[in-house]
């Protein structure tokens, strides 16, 4: 039996997860064994109830979930030798290594998993954003490092406008705008002048965490009633699909924030792909000089492309402010935009991997972030690396070899080739 | 249609690319325009295309001047370009690369594919070609590449088609199909500019041709002219096309290869099952059309290959798993397939890379400090030897033409003991005279009882050279032939095709 590249590949993921499950089946089923409950909570506010809470014996859902996972993973391994895709059966493993885990990991305690989703949304959406952000760029041919810059620039100027005019569509507004100016900067000097675009990106971050904190500092600290007590957007509960047991809260019981990025994601997705822009966004990212070849005026929309990155991104550093807390923070953007320009190239540059990945990653940050509250007996330096844990294992084995837009980081002129 | 230029020129910088050129293509012509590389060909034809302003001159077609400042205007007026390098890309269809700049979308702005599929289709069937239009360019081989390129310009009503070196990338037998398109074309009533180099192949197609040198027209020929008249007026002076060959005085086998097989990092064999031998005093040409595991092979000979399983022995001692400083000094002179990539380090000077391989031995290092002067000595020594053209041996060496980049190479790899000469593509973007200068020197190495192993993908080279030509198709040597054979079954085996 002879197996391609991809297929190695799927099979060695499967191999990893499958000696996990073992692992865990022996560990949380029979050397930890221990006679707590775990209690797994499902019910966040006024949807629908279909199941309240969950409660099983910590070690027999151990087992269970060890149990199943492994049958799923043999099933991986069958789906592969006979050339389909493994996916039901990783994914079914995937879950029952977690829940394996949490059974034994939140034994005695409550663990609110809606809750623990609905906050998955809530991190991945500024990498949502961002890697969005990074797609509309490096698809197009210009590396996006300045991500981090310009989601902290669209939370800074929403956070100050919100504040000063007590309105948090003015805020919201106003963050795009912010964004875009940093992409203004990024596209003059990357394209207009050749500069190289990971310097400058580094370059572009560093100037707005600079500038953001020297103005937190002098102004936004002592000034702090006027200039940063900004209001921040309500829920917004939608009709019937907010009652939806689970998923309800989870998706449809969020700020407009996240529905503007729901259409957002839609609309790159449909646009990358179907419509005459997102053919010639390709081509400029692939091959500028056949796009010129053909008439297309490549910098130009290199040039309109990268200020509507920065758009998007600038207003997804709203989230930040006007989206959860209203107030800004000093950096307060944590490194978010770097993480998302991990899950656009986990997401092998297409609009609905970067969305999973960014799901993904909110979602094992999330995780550690519950289990430290809980009180979990692992260390919590250990929890924090989790999200990264996750990000290096689906890296190397979900992903493999991935290929980057042919032209990405590479300037436009003619006559140079 | 027919083209007319009138006084085209062109300068860069210090550099007058185009000289007040002339040129008249006639409606349903097959105009050829010959010159050597650097000669301003491509810089003409892409005046024409719009991809450059002329400073001065003008463009008529059918006796009107028109003004192009984009690719677009010269497809709006009826001029199409295939250009040397593909304007294609690789990830997308090849129904998407024929909408690509001229698309139709509905009234929210999807995409129409349909009547482009259509009209696609029925070009197609107008000049016989077979194309699947939803296959991915990548897949395709470059001869149907090429085709695609050529449908792109008909579908847009190219009514001038330019055809930039078209036969660089291909096969004899893919040159041998373009022929016939073109003939087709022309039946058809399109003009045709081919630019090229290959004199056998100008001959063949063109109805008239006109050579250009240093940027000047200097003759219009007819076909009818021999191939020695059409190379003296390209090069201004007399060429010898064939050098002259001393029967082999063939020795002892130098370089034996044995089980060879050369891995990609992912595990997959781009060399397979080579075997073979070369002899002191003899040439043993490595022939194929580029990407079929001739530069890995190459490569592997100094272990600049990673993942090599199988022998070389080179006078007896194994190569295979040696530093490349140690094969290099097994007695192998290395002439690699991009002198600027792989053989000089650019911003060094020319007396510098001229001892890249030796300067850690004495005179050059003393202790542990260089010895500038020694290397400068050195350096002036071998430029004279081998005649390289410089203002100072401190220059850096991208500075230096491209045959004299390539006398830099070979003067280094040549001044070590050698047993074993391996050159790829040693003539490869080179003006007639360097090759000559190549083409000789190889030759002389060979005379003084070196084994020499060339890799090149132009047939007249490896024929001129060659006592025994190794065909290379798909990783693996198909056959090793005698250098009288014919062309016919030489193109045959780079096709992959063994009798």
């Known amino acids: 039996m002879v197996f391609s590249n991809t297929q190695k590949r799927q099979l060695r993921l499967i191999a990893v997860v499958l000696l996990l499950l073992v692992v865990e089946l022996w560990e949380f089923g029979f050397a930890k064994a221990s006679s707590n409950k775990t209690t797994f909570g499902f019910l966040l506010g006024k949807e629908w109830v279909i199941i309240h809470e969950w409660v099983i014996q910590s070690?027999?859902?151990?087992?269970?979930?060890?149990?199943?996972?492994?049958?799923?993973?043999?099933?991986?391994?069958?789906?592969?030798?006979?050339?389909?895709?493994?996916?039901?059966?990783?994914?079914?493993?995937?879950?029952?290594?977690?829940?394996?885990?949490?059974?034994?990991?939140?034994?005695?305690?409550?663990?609110?998993?809606?809750?623990?989703?609905?906050?998955?949304?809530?991190?991945?959406?500024?990498?949502?954003?961002?890697?969005?952000?990074?797609?509309?760029?490096?698809?197009?041919?210009?590396?996006?490092?300045?991500?981090?810059?310009?989601?902290?620039?669209?939370?800074?100027?929403?956070?100050?406008?919100?504040?000063?005019?007590?309105?948090?569509?003015?805020?919201?507004?106003?963050a795009p705008l912010a964004g875009a100016l940093i992409s203004l900067l990024l596209a003059t000097f990357a394209i207009k002048f050749s500069v190289d675009q990971v310097i400058l990106g580094f370059v572009l971050n560093v100037l707005v965490i600079g500038l953001t904190d020297f103005l937190y500092k002098k102004l936004l600290i002592p000034y702090s009633s006027t200039w940063n007590t900004g209001p921040s957007f309500a829920r917004l509960e939608i009709p019937i699909l907010g009652k939806l047991p689970i998923v309800g809260p989870i998706f449809f019981n969020q700020t407009i924030i996240v529905y503007l990025m729901y259409a957002i994601v839609a609309l790159i997705s449909f646009s990358l792909f179907k419509t005459k822009w997102g053919l010639r966004t390709r081509a400029i990212g692939e091959h500028p000089e056949a796009a010129d070849s053909v008439g297309i005026d490549v910098n130009k929309l290199r040039f309109r492309n990268v200020i509507l990155a920065g758009l998007v991104s600038g207003l997804g550093g709203a989230y930040f402010t006007v989206g959860s807390v209203g107030s800004f923070s000093k950096e307060m953007t944590a490194g978010a935009g770097f993480i998302a320009l991990a899950a656009l190239i986990f997401g092998k540059w297409t609009p609905m991997g970067a969305v999973t990945a960014g799901l993904l990653f909110g979602f094992a940050d999330n995780l550690s972030g519950t289990l430290s509250i809980i009180g979990v007996s692992i260390p919590s330096e250990f929890m924090l690396m989790v999200p990264y844990i996750a990000t290096i294992i689906a890296v190397s084995g979900l992903v493999g070899r991935v290929r980057a837009p042919a032209a990405d980081g590479v300037p436009y002129s003619r006559g140079s080739h | 249609?027919?083209?007319?230029?009138?006084?085209?020129?062109?300068?860069?910088?210090?550099?007058?690319?185009?000289?007040?050129?002339?040129?008249?293509?006639?409606?349903?012509?097959?105009?050829?325009?010959?010159?050597?590389?650097?000669?301003?060909?491509?810089?003409?034809?892409?005046?024409?295309?719009?991809?450059?302003?002329?400073?001065?001159?003008?463009?008529?077609?059918?006796?009107?001047?028109?003004?192009?400042?984009?690719?677009?205007?010269?497809l709006a007026v009826g001029i199409g370009m295939v250009h040397q390098h593909f304007m294609l890309i690789p990830v997308f269809t090849v129904l998407e690369n024929i909408v690509l700049g001229h698309e139709n979308t509905s009234k929210v702005g999807k995409l129409k594919l349909h009547e482009a599929r259509e009209r696609l289709m029925k070009i197609a069937n107008e000049f016989g070609f077979e194309i699947d239009p939803d296959a991915y360019v990548e897949n395709l081989p470059v001869g149907v590449q090429q085709r695609v390129e050529i449908l792109k310009a008909l579908v847009y009503e190219a009514k001038v088609l330019i055809l930039d070196e078209p036969t660089a990338v291909l096969t004899p037998q893919e040159t041998d199909e373009l022929i016939e398109v073109m003939k087709?074309?022309?039946?058809?009533?399109?003009?045709?500019?081919?630019?090229?180099?290959?004199?056998?192949?100008?001959?063949?197609?063109?109805?008239?041709?006109?050579?250009?040198?240093r940027g000047k027209v200097v003759a219009t020929a007819q076909p009818s002219a021999s191939q020695e008249e059409l190379a003296a007026l390209m090069v201004g002076r007399p060429v010898n096309l064939m050098p002259d060959k001393n029967p082999p005085k063939v020795g002892a086998p130098i370089l034996v290869v044995k089980d060879l097989e050369i891995l990609d990092p992912s595990g997959r064999a781009l060399v397979s099952d080579v075997d073979f031998e070369v002899c002191a005093g003899e040439v043993l040409a490595i022939a194929g059309v580029q990407g079929n595991g001739q530069s890995e092979l190459a490569e592997a000979m100094v272990n600049l290959q990673s993942h090599v399983r199988g022998s070389i022995t080179v006078g007896g001692v194994e190569i295979v798993g040696k530093s490349v400083h140690e094969s290099l000094h097994e007695g192998i002179a290395f002439v690699p397939e991009s002198r600027e990539l792989n053989g000089l380090i650019g911003s060094f000077s020319i007396a510098e890379n001229l001892i890249l391989d030796t300067h850690r031995e004495a005179p050059y290092t003393k202790g542990f400090a260089l010895s500038p002067k020694a290397v400068a000595i050195r350096g002036e020594e071998q430029a004279k030897e081998f005649d390289i053209r410089y203002q100072s041996i401190q220059d850096p060496v991208s500075s230096l033409s491209g045959g004299n980049k390539q006398k830099v190479v070979v003067a280094r790899e040549l001044s070590r003991p050698v047993k074993l000469v391996v050159a790829s593509q040693p003539t490869r973007g080179l003006d007639v005279g360097s090759i000559e200068f190549v083409h000789e020197r190889i030759l002389a190495e060979r005379d003084a009882g070196r084994a020499v192993l060339l890799f090149s993908t132009e047939l007249d080279e490896v024929v001129a050279l060659a006592d025994r030509i190794a065909v290379m198709y798909a990783g693996k040597i198909l056959a090793i032939v005698d250098a009288t054979v014919s062309r016919e079954e030489l193109g045959l085996l780079m096709a992959g095709v063994k009798k």
């Open chain 1, 59 to 174: 070690t027999t859902g151990s087992k269970i979930f060890s149990g199943i996972g492994i049958l799923a993973a043999v099933l991986g391994i069958f789906l592969v030798r006979s050339n389909k895709s493994p996916l039901p059966g990783t994914a079914i493993a995937g879950f029952s290594l977690l829940m394996s885990f949490l059974c034994w990991a939140a034994n005695g305690k409550f663990i609110p998993m809606t809750g623990l989703l609905q906050g998955s949304l809530m991190l991945a959406v500024p990498l949502i954003f961002g890697s969005m952000s990074g797609l509309l760029c490096e698809r197009s041919g210009v590396i996006n490092i300045a991500i981090e810059g310009q989601l902290l620039a669209g939370a800074f100027a929403s956070g100050v406008i919100a504040s000063l005019t007590h309105k948090t569509t003015w805020g919201l507004l106003v």
């Open chain 2, 1 to 74: 249609m027919s083209l007319e230029l009138n006084a085209i020129t062109k300068s860069f910088g210090a550099l007058i690319a185009n000289d007040g050129i002339n040129l008249a293509v006639n409606d349903g012509e097959i105009h050829a325009i010959l010159g050597e590389n650097g000669a301003g060909k491509s810089t003409l034809m892409n005046i024409v295309y719009g991809l450059l302003q002329p400073d001065s001159g003008e463009i008529k077609v059918d006796g009107k001047v028109v003004t192009i400042n984009e690719p677009s205007d010269a």
């Open chain 2, 184 to 213: 087709r074309l022309r039946a058809q009533g399109t003009s045709i500019i081919f630019i090229s180099h290959k004199l056998r192949e100008v001959k063949a197609v063109a109805d008239r041709i006109t050579v250009i040198r």
